[in-house]
């Protein structure tokens, strides 16, 4: 048996009251486990905490919104997704506007955001009039693919299910588009696609390392042995294996590395370089500088990671460092930059404008204001939140249909958001 550390206390506390830890049944589930084959670490704890297909937090609960346990962007204003959708839109023209192009959503909530796009996509409708769409959703959550659905297809078209298959759902959405759902990005069907990730990389699991004397320690979950139903945060006594996704300059004391985020942007960039397309990231995150971010939320507030498992919400901030070294040679990619700027760049005052003119109802103006205040004041998401593209390389050289080929300016101020949206 190893002997493990005892660990920091990172970003918990570790210090709550045994009242203020319910033994939930996530607990006893990991307790049983760690009894069994030893201390987990830091990622399988997330894993089995957040998707565990029996008891996992996102799989059988809407923790979204006001009344759950934290709000997203579309959720807060549907600027946030109009405008996503105009970018989808941009670069499908600026790329030689496609007969036809799959849009994939990864861990797409409520169907809010992609509810949003397809409202453009219609209003666009003389644009896109003759180009085949075809919505694909991946998504682990039985729960939120319940809530997807009701928000996205037609009610009259019964939906096909078959939980055995990797397309476990089908159906048509409310303006008639084919939908379906997986649960792995490598069960969609490969083709000319737009990507989107809306805070999905930040709930995949990360390793936690911490450096020592020794080098560098994985960060690992126990029980602790003064109080049975409790975990507390160990240090490994020797190397691990997920060690190997540490940079060798590293000069961090403590790191957090994503191996999943890691092998999703592995595929898409693989995907994206041989059919083209783009993928759209946005994320709280960093570009390789912070050290301990991994955190737990609950009813809006922070909340211990080790505490009532299965209760909260946990994630850690993206590596956009770390998601840029794994698309490169590949494709391109663009950013991070905040979400401010982003939203700017596509054009959300005019937007606003036009929604504020339309209204005449004091409580919608009021939510309109608030929503672009939340989304854009750089104390609030504005400057949090960021956005990450993935380009094929063509797109940044100025291939075959890039009609501004003999433009000076660099082609990257061309991709809509990250510089002025300007329709080609
Ligand atoms: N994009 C949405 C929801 C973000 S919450 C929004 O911005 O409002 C994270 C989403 O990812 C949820 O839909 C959750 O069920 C899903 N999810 C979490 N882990 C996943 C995984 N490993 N594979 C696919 N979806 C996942």
Same mark, same amino acid.
């Given at each position: 048996?190893?002997?493990?550390?005892?660990?920091?206390?990172?970003?918990?506390?570790?210090?709550?009251?045994?009242?203020?830890?319910?033994?939930?049944?996530?607990?006893?589930?990991?307790?049983?486990?760690?009894?069994?084959?030893?201390?987990?670490?830091v990622?399988?704890?997330?894993?089995?905490?957040?998707?565990?297909?029996?008891?996992?937090?996102?799989?059988?609960?809407?923790?979204?919104?006001?009344?759950?346990?934290?709000?997203?962007?579309?959720?807060?204003? @549907?600027?946030?997704?109009?405008?996503?959708?105009?970018?989808?839109?941009?670069?499908?023209?600026?790329?030689?506007?496609?007969t036809?192009?799959?849009?994939?959503?990864?861990?797409?909530?409520?169907?809010?955001?992609?509810?949003?796009?397809?409202?453009?996509? %219609?209003?666009?409708?003389?644009?896109?009039?003759?180009?085949?769409?075809?919505?694909?959703?991946?998504?682990?959550?039985?729960?939120?693919?319940?809530?997807?659905?009701? %928000?996205?297809?037609?009610?009259?078209?019964?939906?096909?299910?078959?939980?055995?298959?990797?397309?476990?759902?089908k159906?048509?959405?409310?303006?008639?588009?084919?939908?379906?759902?997986?649960?792995?990005?490598?069960?969609?069907?490969?083709?000319?696609?737009?990507?989107?990730?809306?805070?999905?990389?930040?709930v995949?699991?990360?390793?936690?390392?911490?450096?020592?004397?020794?080098?560098w320690?994985?960060?690992?979950?126990?029980?602790?042995?003064?109080?049975?139903?409790?975990?507390?945060?160990?240090?490994?006594?020797?190397?691990?294996?997920?060690?190997?996704?540490?940079?060798?300059?590293?000069?961090?004391?403590?790191?957090?590395?994503?191996?999943?985020?890691?092998?999703?942007?592995?595929?898409?960039?693989?995907?994206?370089?041989?059919?083209?397309?783009?993928?759209?990231?946005?994320?709280?995150?960093?570009?390789? %500088?912070? %050290?301990?971010?991994?955190?737990?939320?609950?009813?809006?507030?922070?909340?211990?990671v080790?505490?009532?498992?299965?209760?909260?919400?946990?994630?850690?901030?993206?590596?956009?460092?770390?998601?840029?070294?794994m698309? @490169?040679?590949?494709?391109?990619?663009?950013?991070?930059?905040?979400?401010?700027?982003?939203?700017?760049?596509?054009?959300?005052?005019v937007?606003?404008?036009?929604?504020?003119?339309?209204?005449?109802e004091?409580?919608?103006?009021?939510?309109?204001?608030?929503?672009?205040?939340?989304?854009?004041?750089?104390?609030?998401?504005?400057?949090?939140?960021?956005?990450?593209?993935?380009?094929?390389?063509e797109r940044?050289?100025?291939?075959?249909?890039?009609?501004?080929?003999?433009?000076s300016?660099?082609?990257?101020?061309?991709?809509?958001?990250?510089?002025?949206?300007?329709?080609?």
């Open positions: 048996m190893l002997r493990f550390i005892t660990g920091g206390n990172y970003f918990s506390s570790g210090n709550e009251p045994a009242e203020n830890n319910p033994v939930t049944p996530m607990l006893r589930h990991l307790i049983y486990k760690i009894k069994s084959t030893g201390p987990i670490t990622a399988e704890y997330m894993k089995e905490v957040l998707t565990n297909p029996a008891k996992g937090y996102y799989v059988y609960r809407d923790m979204l919104g006001e009344q759950g346990d934290f709000i997203t962007s579309p959720e807060i204003s @549907q600027i946030f997704g109009e405008l996503l959708g105009i970018w989808f839109i941009s670069e499908w023209m600026a790329t030689g506007k496609s036809a192009f799959q849009l994939v959503e990864l861990g797409p909530g409520r169907g809010t955001l992609v509810g949003d796009i397809l409202r453009v996509f %219609t209003q666009l409708g003389s644009v896109l009039k003759n180009c085949d769409i075809s919505v694909h959703l991946v998504e682990v959550s039985q729960k939120l693919s319940e809530i997807q659905a009701l %928000t996205l297809t037609e009610e009259k078209v019964p939906l096909e299910r078959n939980a055995g298959s990797p397309v476990y759902m159906g048509v959405t409310k303006s008639g588009i084919p939908i379906s759902w997986y649960r792995h990005l490598h069960d969609v069907p490969k083709g000319y696609s737009f990507y989107l990730a809306h805070e999905f990389f930040d995949l699991p990360v390793h936690k390392f911490q450096k020592t004397p020794q080098g320690r994985e960060v690992f979950i126990d029980i602790d042995p003064q109080i049975s139903d409790k975990l507390r945060f160990v240090l490994a006594p020797s190397a691990t294996p997920a060690e190997a996704f540490i940079q060798h300059d590293e000069t961090r004391d403590h790191v957090e590395v994503c191996p999943d985020a890691g092998v999703i942007i592995e595929e898409l960039s693989q995907r994206i370089a041989l059919t083209g397309g783009a993928a759209l990231v946005a994320d709280y995150g960093h570009d390789g %500088t912070k %050290t301990d971010t991994f955190r737990g939320f609950c009813g809006h507030k922070l909340h211990d080790l505490i009532a498992p299965g209760t909260a919400d946990l994630t850690a901030d993206v590596d956009f460092s770390y998601l840029r070294r698309a @490169q040679g590949k494709v391109a990619s663009l950013g991070p930059i905040k979400q401010h700027t982003f939203l700017k760049n596509m054009g959300i005052d937007r606003l404008k036009v929604l504020l003119d339309k209204s005449n004091p409580s919608v103006r009021q939510q309109l204001l608030q929503g672009y205040d939340m989304l854009m004041n750089p104390k609030k998401m504005g400057e949090r939140f960021n956005f990450f593209a993935l380009l094929p390389h940044l050289q100025g291939g075959r249909h890039q009609r501004n080929a003999r433009q300016k660099p082609f990257a101020s061309l991709v809509a958001g990250f510089s002025e949206l300007a329709w080609q």
